[in-house]
């Protein structure tokens, strides 16, 4: 049986699924932004006169998009400790991968410890920002059953 997490301090999901399921010992969490909970603002984005955006603050938005994920880890009673693997999407490798790394080490600064990592580059996401990650980690104890939500029944199920 698996449980879907939904994060009341995380920004909402751009599309209909939770921001982690529970599957045994192990939680994914789904593709998690730099969205502001409170505003669904960007942190670090620059836009011109025409809502056009034209630069974006990729420290900002890593350090945003950490505080992100540690939300939906505290609401599926895991701990920042707990992640193994994470996955980080940039949509500007070349001009982005030293602030994020930067960022990165700030939140990980003892690699003996931190999870393991994969970077890609890639051309957008689905909304204006720079980063993404994608996150599993292994949880050592039983969450707070408050913090969970049973999925919809799939069509024909009562």
């Known amino acids: 049986m698996t ?15 939770p921001h982690a399921r529970r599957v045994g010992e192990l939680l ?24 056009r955006l034209v630069a974006h603050d990729i420290a900002a938005q890593a350090r945003a998009v950490f505080a992100n994920v540690r939300a939906v880890l505290e609401a599926s009673g895991a701990r920042w400790e707990d992640l193994v693997d994470v996955t980080v999407y940039l949509t500007d490798m070349a001009a982005d991968f030293a602030g994020y790394n930067a960022a990165w080490a700030e939140h990980f600064p003892d690699a003996a410890i931190a999870p393991c990592r994969t970077t890609l580059g890639i051309d957008a996401l689905p909304t204006p920002i720079a980063i993404e990650l994608k996150c599993i980690a292994a949880l050592k104890s039983s969450p707070s059953p408050a913090n ?3 999925p919809p029944p799939l069509a024909g199920e009562g």
């Open 28 to 51: 994914f969490l789904s593709g998690i932004g730099p969205r502001d909970p409170a505003t669904d603002a960007v942190p670090g984005n620059v836009f011109d006169a025409d809502g």
């Open 148 to 150: 969970f939500t049973s």
């Open 3 to 17: 449980e879907a997490v939904h994060a009341a301090a995380a920004p909402k999901p751009v599309g209909r699924y």
